[in-house]
């Protein structure tokens, strides 16, 4: 870790519902946040903004960064953003343009701010770059923070494979090479923390792409 940097990941994981397609889902989210004692962002802001509340506790949240805007990722965002505003400090709700039309799906307000490919955000001196990884939705981020040595994938790559595209707005051959191009070219020993589930390596999914895109799920 850069000698600079005070940063650390922190894990929330969360409870509720996944809607698409007319269909509904009870899912279990991943929420991180990456800050110190004093600032902090987070990763996703799905079904309990209470919960996400407490664990920011006193600290300035400088942006709810979403990794793509299916409903499980940001239902709570523009409510948490708000709860943490102040008159000298609106807090940011960061989106990848590409997907305005699914997080109109869950909210009638906009975004307050786009995310793009190759943007950098700082939290306590560890510097958050921004990696367009479409395929599970056209806007789906990845976020590298190489002085932590890890990768926040989302619903892009998870421990045995890529995300699902099966639903509206997903594309099986965006998504393979995004995880191709992107996220596999990221160092091997890179920890991959997910939107769902276990956390793995670069170094541990890397082998099996091809096995992937043979399945073809």
């Known amino acids: 870790m850069n000698a600079r940097s005070t940063a650390r990941i922190e894990h929330l994981l969360t409870s509720g519902t996944f809607s698409l397609d007319g269909n509904t889902f009870d899912v279990d989210n991943n929420v991180w946040l990456i800050g110190d004692d004093d600032e902090v962002v987070v990763l996703d802001a799905p079904h309990d903004v209470d919960a996400i509340a407490t ?89 590298y923070a190489p002085a932590l040595g890890t990768v926040f994938t989302g619903d892009t790559l998870f421990a045995g494979g890529p995300g699902a595209t099966g639903r509206s707005f997903s594309d099986f051959g965006t998504i393979i090479g995004s995880i191709r191009d992107v996220l596999l070219e990221l160092p091997p020993d890179t920890r991959v923390l997910t939107g769902h589930g276990e956390s793995t390596t670069v170094g541990d999914e890397a082998p099996h792409l091809d096995e992937w895109i043979a399945r073809g799920h």
């Open 55 to 143: 664990a920011i506790g006193n600290r300035r949240l400088l942006a709810v960064v979403c990794t793509h805007a299916h409903d499980d990722h940001v239902r709570r965002a523009p409510q948490l953003a708000e709860r943490f505003s102040t008159e000298h400090h609106r807090v940011p709700v960061l989106l990848h343009p590409a997907d305005r039309e699914v997080w109109e799906l869950t909210h009638a307000q906009v975004p307050t701010t786009d995310l793009v490919h190759g943007e950098v955000v700082t939290v306590a001196g560890a510097e958050l770059h921004v990696l367009h990884t479409p395929g599970h939705t056209p806007g789906s981020v990845s976020v």
